[in-house]
C-alpha cells in the first residue's frame, strides 16, 4: 500500500470515527414523574407495558410521595421538577395544583380531577390549536338565505322544479 492511500485511510477513519460513536450511545429514557403514588397507578403502569414500555428498560418512573398534605405535595413536586421528568403525572386535585405551582415548562397529566376549570388548574378544555385552526368565521350571507322567496324565484326562473330544490 502505498503512502498517499495509507494516508487517504487514515484519514476518513478519523473523520468517521466520532460519527460512529455518536451513533452508538443509547436513547434517552424518558421519565415519568408520579406525584402520590396510590394502587391506582398499578394499572397506569400496566397500560403502558401492554404498550411495550417495561420500566427500567425503555421508562423509568420516578416516585414521590406527599400522603396529600398540600405543603409536603409542594416539596415532592418541587424534587420532581429538580429531577428532570419528561413528564408529571397526578391523582386529584391538590397533586396537581403541587405540580402546576412547581413547573410551567413539564407536561401534567391529571387524573381524578372532578372539574379542572372550576379548580382553576386549566382556563377552558377547548385545544388551542383547534380553535386556532377552525376558528369559526362569519359566514357571508347570502342574498337566498336573506330572502327565502327570492330564492325560490330564481329556482323557479331556472326552470327547477320545487320539489327537487
Known sequence: MRRRDFMAL?????ATWPLAAHAQQPAKMPRIGI???????????QALRELGYVEGQNIAYEYRYGEGAPDRLATAAAELVRRPVDLIATYGTPATHAA????????IVMIGV??????????????REYHRQYRAQPRPRTQTAANPARGRRERDARGLSR???
Open 100 to 107: 402546576k405551582q412547581a413547573t410551567a415548562t413539564i407536561p
Open 163 to 165: 320539489q327537487s330544490g
Open 114 to 127: 372532578g372539574d379542572p376549570v372550576r379548580a382553576g388548574l386549566v382556563a377552558s378544555l377547548a385545544r
Open 10 to 14: 487514515l484519514g476518513s477513519a478519523a
Open 35 to 45: 406525584l402520590d403514588d396510590a394502587p391506582m397507578w398499578q394499572a397506569f403502569r
